[in-house]
């Protein structure tokens, strides 16, 4: 207990858990962004298979209702792919740092404890965060193209 006591208070186990938590937010934060770019592009990229849907009876509703679920289903897959992989890194991390200097296991035992309930509420802050750029992003483009249709007199 007196060893555990003294890696708490130890500053650079401080430090180096903000460092962690510091680039956890940096990556979610990307990977909002990654998300939002990958719709933008999708809105540039594809705008004549997007016109076309349109043409044949699509409306903005529809057109943005499939960007978006593109989009899910690939932050599902990251996510999915993102937590698979943090899970492998994590486990042999562990099972290396047992290990200490002197080649002995260390006292007190490692073990990985995740703090299930502010990933939690991570994941629901990115998603909220991702589907509201997403829809903005999406809303907005289809807006532009109602109003030009509006005022060239097309339905």
Do not use: K, N
Not at 23 to 30: D, E, K, N, Q, S
Request: glycine share 10%.
């Amino acid at each position: 207990q007196a060893t555990a006591a003294t890696l708490r208070s130890d500053p650079l186990a401080r430090g180096a858990l903000t460092l962690l938590l510091a680039t956890a937010v940096v990556a979610a934060a990307l990977a909002a962004v990654g998300l939002l770019l990958t719709v933008v592009g999708d809105l540039r990229d594809e705008s004549g298979e997007l016109f076309d849907l349109e043409a044949q009876g699509s409306t903005p509703r529809d057109l943005r209702r499939h960007l978006v679920l593109r989009a899910s289903i690939l932050a599902v897959l990251g996510v999915g792919g993102g937590i698979g992989a943090g899970a492998v890194v994590s486990a042999l991390v562990v099972s290396v740092v047992t290990v200490t200097a002197a080649a002995g296991v260390a006292l007190p035992p490692l073990q990985l404890v995740p703090d299930w309930r502010l990933a939690g509420i991570a994941l629901a802050v990115l998603a909220a965060v991702s589907a509201l750029a997403v829809l903005l992003a999406t809303r907005g483009a289809y807006e532009r193209v109602s109003r030009w249709c509006f005022s060239e007199g097309i339905e």
